[in-house]
């Protein structure tokens, strides 16, 4: 399994539900007492087979492992009944998931102060990432917080030069696929646009991305650049640690169980890659050359180092902006074109949109007031939540404000270090707040909506994510200039149900299998 032997494992598991059954049993009666204190009822318990909760969790793993993670989320709240929107379930440890907006708000803003992130993502992601500013929290986060915000300003993210190059890049790509008929043969769209926002998202934090676009399909006839090859090395190991991280997240407080070799390697290679260009930028600092790279053009690395010259800062600081950006905009871009290709009214009518409001240029003000694409690319946050379930655990005792008792009207209490799972894909998919066909891709429901904490695609409160219209900005622009290249997709996937491959962000387990017809005017 991993570093430790059977043997020792076996030993840890079972020590481990012997301290939490005690420890359960002397937190029992203090919680029955300040739950009727404060008036709160229980929410609904999901039925288990074992009191431990491992059952659940391999269950959790299963479906995991099968591509259908969130609708199992999903499907556990529904047999509980259609009105139940928050449960206690047993998975190692307590655990309670709610799909209630109301509760959303309090652990987001009403109550935020009693809610943050636990723990157990620090110890899962620090072999990979470092100690940085999506694991931290208290003063720590604060001092990330306060480092990274500066560098994602308006006047960043609306230079879309760097954007435009690289799209430039993928669609040269994409001309190598094209056939005499002015279609692309059969394409899995999803590695174009995964290299598309893994470069843009490498040179805007470390300035270099010269030479790295490299072909998803791996043809034997391209060159092979030493550099692209090196990057295509990083950005393999960056993502297969990823996987590792998602698992070690599920088991909780037993996460740092979960390791292998592999996993060491992955994350040695990741850092080897990231530690050599702040070495080559921290010399070139010591030497006096950083005014004239500065003026050349915005580089995260640059404006970091104006404040901190700790390498194992940058690097992790670095790292957690990386993680963080590159999978979820490629993830969102590539569920939006999915999508497209199977509602063809919905591509026809976004493309004369983009064709109407775009023919003067793309500037970041267009992109922003576009009502239609936005209605796209929320509607694809629905459907597909990129980020499918949101973690936080009780800084305090607390309370949330409903899913109490037989109606699920009354508060429910939860002790300090209980951990709340917001599943946020089974909130978008309740039909009492979206309508009767929630299950359709329709974008005109969000013609005069009004959203509230029922779609929280980058979280909400103090931990809001920070990149947030950087990654609307970037997915925008590339759907913009996609849809004003082609003017015809086809869905070239054989029937079946969705699959959600979710290692922290969501993606297509199909991929996206399309084909493209280039318009004929350029």
């Not at 029955?32 to 009191?51: F, M, N, T």
């Not at 696929?177 to 934090?205: C, K, Y």
């Not at 996609?482 to 699959?499: S, T, Y």
Request: hydrophobic content about 40%; glycine content about 6%.
């Amino acid at each position: 399994m991993g570093l430790l032997s059977l043997n020792h494992v076996f030993f840890l598991l079972c020590a481990f539900l012997v301290f939490n059954l005690v420890k359960k049993l002397q937190s029992s009666k203090r919680s029955d007492a300040e739950r009727a204190h404060r008036a709160c009822k229980a929410p609904p318990i999901v039925p288990g087979k074992d009191p431990f909760g491992i059952v659940r969790l391999l269950e959790a793993m299963k479906a995991s492992r099968e591509e259908r993670m969130p609708q199992y989320v999903a499907m556990l709240m529904d047999q509980m009944g259609r009105d139940v929107h928050t449960v206690s379930a047993k998975m190692l440890n307590d655990l309670t998931v709610t799909r209630d907006p109301a509760n959303v708000e309090a652990i987001f803003a009403t109550q935020a102060n009693d809610f943050d992130i636990g723990p157990n993502r620090l110890e899962s992601f620090k072999p990979l990432l470092g100690v940085g500013v999506t694991t931290v929290r208290g003063e720590a986060w604060r001092h990330s917080r306060a480092l990274l915000r500066p560098q994602f300003s308006r006047e960043q993210i609306s230079d879309l030069d760097l954007e435009e190059r690289h799209v430039q890049a993928m669609f040269r790509m994409l001309d190598k696929r094209l056939q005499h008929n002015g279609w692309t043969d059969v394409i899995d769209f999803q590695p174009f646009l995964s290299d598309l926002t893994h470069i843009v998202a490498i040179e805007m934090l470390y300035g270099s991305a010269a030479g790295l676009y490299k072909s998803p399909t791996h043809s034997q006839d391209l060159p092979v650049d030493p550099e692209a090859a090196k990057f295509s090395s990083f950005s393999h190991h960056l993502e297969s640690g990823k996987s590792w991280l998602y698992e070690r997240m599920m088991l909780g407080r037993l996460g740092w169980l979960f390791g292998s070799r592999s996993f060491s390697r992955h994350c040695q290679e990741v850092h080897r890659y990231v530690d050599n260009i702040i070495a080559a930028k921290l010399k070139n600092f010591q030497s006096g050359k950083e005014e004239e790279s500065s003026r050349d053009k915005f580089v995260f690395l640059d404006e970091l180092a104006k404040h901190t010259r700790d390498p194992l800062e940058l690097r992790n600081e670095t790292l957690h902006v990386l993680s963080a950006s590159w999978d979820t905009t490629a993830a969102l871009i590539g569920w939006t074109f999915y999508f497209l290709a199977r509602n063809h009214i919905v591509f026809q009518k976004l493309r004369e949109v983009v064709l109407a409001e775009f023919a003067g240029g793309i500037d970041f003000l267009r992109l922003r007031d576009c009502q239609y694409l936005h209605h796209c690319i929320n509607e694809t946050f629905r459907c597909a939540a990129v980020i499918p379930v949101i973690e936080r655990m009780c800084t305090q005792d607390t309370t949330l404000p409903r899913g109490g008792g037989a109606d699920g009207q009354s508060p429910v209490f939860l002790p300090k270090d209980s951990r709340i799972l917001i599943a946020t894909y089974a909130m978008q998919q309740r039909a009492d707040i979206w309508g009767s066909d929630v299950e359709a891709f329709r974008p005109e429901r969000w013609e005069g909506r009004k959203v509230g904490y029922e779609f929280v695609p980058f979280a909400g409160g103090p931990r809001k994510c920070i990149g947030q219209q950087f990654a609307l900005t970037e997915a925008a622009f590339t759907i913009v200039r996609i849809l004003q290249r082609f003017d015809g997709i086809e869905n070239m996937e054989p029937p079946g149900r969705i699959r959600f491959h979710h290692a922290l962000t969501n993606t297509s387990g199909t991929g996206v299998q399309i084909r493209l017809h280039e318009a004929r005017a350029r």
